[in-house]
C-alpha cells in the first residue's frame, strides 16, 4: 500500500512543475485524496459492501469536489490535476498513467446495465472540461483535447478534439516532406499544413498539395515518355503563387455607380 502511494506521490512531481515538496502534495492536492479515498471505496466494494463504499465515495466527493464511483477501475500512478468537478462512473477502467484535468467526465449514454463508461489505456491524457460518453476504448497514448466530447474509440496514440469529437489524421514524415517539397517548389509557404495546427482549412491544403504532387510526376512521366518517342516538347517552369493572389482585396466604391 505505502508503495502504491509513493509511486502516486512520484507521479505528482513528474506531471506538475507546480509541485515542490512532499508535504505539500500529501496536504494540498485534492487529486490525491481522491485518488487514495477511491481506493478504499473500491476495496469494500469488491468485498460486497456497497453501501459503505457509497459513503466513502460520497466523503471523497464532498471533500475533494471529483466524484469516482467505487465500482470504477483505475491503475496506477493515476493523476488528477485541478480536480474539480471531475465524474467518473461506475464501469469506467482507467490504465497506468493516465492524467485527467478539470471538469472531465467519464460517463455513459445509456441507462442499461452492464458495461457503459469508457475504458482509458495507459498514458491517456483528457483535457480540462473534456466528456468522453459511452462504452468504448481509448487507446494507449492517446490525447483528448479540452472541451471536446468523445463518443466513439480512439485510437492509440491519436488525438481527439472538438465537438462532436474527430480524430486528428497524423501526418507521417514521408508525406509531411512531400507536400513541403511541392509547396517550395510552387512558391507557396504551406505553414498552414503543420499537424501542430488540426483545422479542417489546414487539412484541404495539405490534400491539395498531395493530389499536386501526383499530377505533377504524371507530367514528368508523360514528358519523359514524349521524348524518347522524339519529341522536342520541353516542360515550361510553373508560375510563382503571389501573396496577393490569395489576398482578399476590397474594392472602394465607384463614386460614380454609387451616385
Given at each position: 500500500m505505502f508503495e502504491r502511494m509513493q509511486e502516486d506521490i512520484q507521479s505528482v512531481f513528474h506531471r506538475d512543475p507546480a509541485a515542490r515538496n512532499t508535504l505539500e502534495v500529501v496536504t494540498c492536492y485534492p487529486g490525491l485524496h481522491a485518488v487514495w479515498l477511491h481506493r478504499m471505496a473500491h476495496a469494500?466494494?469488491?468485498?460486497?459492501?456497497?453501501?459503505?463504499?457509497?459513503?466513502?465515495?460520497?466523503?471523497?466527493?464532498?471533500?475533494?469536489?471529483?466524484?469516482?464511483?467505487?465500482?470504477?477501475?483505475?491503475?496506477r500512478r493515476f493523476f488528477i490535476d485541478h480536480g474539480m468537478g471531475i465524474v467518473i462512473g461506475e464501469t469506467a477502467e482507467i490504465g497506468n498513467d493516465v492524467t485527467l484535468y478539470q471538469g472531465v467526465t467519464l460517463g455513459g449514454t445509456s441507462w442499461n446495465k452492464g458495461k457503459r463508461h469508457p475504458t482509458l489505456e495507459d498514458g491517456v491524457v483528457v483535457g480540462a472540461g473534456a466528456k468522453v460518453l459511452g462504452p468504448f476504448t481509448v487507446g494507449a497514448g492517446a490525447k483528448i483535447g479540452s472541451n471536446a466530447v468523445v463518443t466513439k474509440a480512439v485510437p492509440a496514440g491519436a488525438t481527439a478534439i472538438g465537438i462532436p469529437g474527430r480524430v486528428i489524421v497524423k501526418v507521417d514524415d514521408e508525406q509531411k516532406a512531400k507536400r513541403q517539397a511541392i509547396a517550395e517548389k510552387l512558391g507557396f509557404d504551406a505553414y498552414g499544413v503543420s499537424q501542430d495546427m488540426p483545422d479542417p482549412v489546414a487539412r484541404a491544403i495539405g490534400q491539395l498539395l498531395d493530389?499536386?504532387?501526383?499530377?505533377?510526376?504524371?507530367?514528368?512521366?508523360?514528358?519523359?515518355?514524349?521524348?524518347?518517342?522524339?519529341?522536342?516538347?520541353?516542360?515550361?517552369?510553373?508560375?510563382?503563387?503571389?501573396?496577393?493572389?490569395?489576398?482578399c482585396v476590397v474594392k472602394e466604391p465607384d463614386d460614380k455607380s454609387a451616385g
Open positions: 469494500l466494494w469488491v468485498s460486497g459492501w456497497k453501501w459503505l463504499a457509497r459513503v466513502v465515495s460520497n466523503f471523497g466527493r464532498w471533500l475533494t469536489g471529483i466524484e469516482i464511483h467505487p465500482g470504477a477501475k483505475i491503475g493530389h499536386l504532387h501526383a499530377v505533377d510526376g504524371r507530367l514528368e512521366g508523360v514528358c519523359g515518355a514524349l521524348k524518347e518517342l522524339g519529341s522536342d516538347y520541353c516542360a515550361k517552369d510553373l508560375p510563382v503563387l503571389r501573396d496577393e493572389d490569395f489576398a
